[in-house]
């Protein structure tokens, strides 16, 4: 059982320039999310999704676009890359049944902007 | 508007000393607290939540509606639980709010 998978793992990428990470959950997970963890920041949310087809903006969406075409899958989207996007970004499902309560996490991917 | 704050940005202990990480929360409405842990370059995972007033690895958090907090505790800690812990809330439109984390040193 995989559960949330990130890919890639590392990127460098130079200003301007676009990337797109993928999220991938094996649980049927209904809720899906993407978070930034920043040193003394915590995790902040980027954007969520509540369903196949539906996403929402978070506390700090700008510069960001999602796309959740199927419901496994939650892609976080760079269109031009600025160094305050630096960061290590984490993907995390949850199930909607009422006995689900934990959100699940990816392993996390480092990004640099040089 | 809901906030998870965490005060405590770094805790330094030694082996068998008394552990507690604050964690003060503000929402309006029904809400889940959750305490996660994230050692050294690994994924967040769920350490407690307050509905199940379990213990987890020695550790305790209290719901105090009152004072809102959900303080971490631990009698003794140790070494192995050197990590970064985040205090969350989850709001009824399912969104997870995190603290800024907490780096907790446990010094042999």
């Known amino acids: 059982n995989a559960g949330v998978t990130q890919t890639p793992k590392f990127r460098v990428l130079k200003t301007g320039q676009s990337m797109t990470l993928l999220c991938a959950q094996d649980?049927?997970?209904?809720?899906m999310y993407w978070y930034r963890q920043d040193p003394g920041m915590g995790l902040r949310l980027i954007h969520y999704?509540?369903?196949?087809?539906?996403?929402a903006k978070g506390e700090v969406p700008d510069g960001y676009n999602v796309s959740r075409l199927k419901k496994q899958n939650f892609l976080l989207g760079l269109e031009s890359a600025a160094p305050s996007q630096t960061s290590v970004y984490f993907c995390a499902s949850k199930g909607a049944s009422s006995g689900d309560f934990e959100a699940f996490f990816g392993q996390g991917t480092r990004l640099t902007v040089v | 508007a809901q906030s998870v704050s965490q005060h405590n940005h770094h805790v330094i202990l030694s082996e068998a000393a008394s552990l507690e990480l604050g964690c003060n929360y503000s929402?309006?409405?029904?809400?889940?607290l959750f305490w996660y842990v994230q050692y050294s370059r690994q994924r967040l995972q769920l350490l407690l939540r307050h509905i199940s007033r379990e213990s987890i690895k020695g550790f305790t958090a209290d719901l105090n509606k009152g004072e809102t907090s959900f303080h971490l505790k631990k009698p003794f800690a140790q070494e192995e639980d050197s990590a970064m812990y985040y205090c969350?809330?989850?709001?009824?439109?399912?969104?997870?709010?995190f603290g800024s984390g907490t780096k907790l040193n446990v010094k042999p």
């Open positions: 929402y309006g409405g029904t809400v889940n």
């Open positions: 649980m049927n997970h209904e809720y």
């Open positions: 999704s509540v369903g196949e087809g539906t996403t």
């Open positions: 969350a809330l989850s709001s009824v439109f399912n969104k997870f709010y």
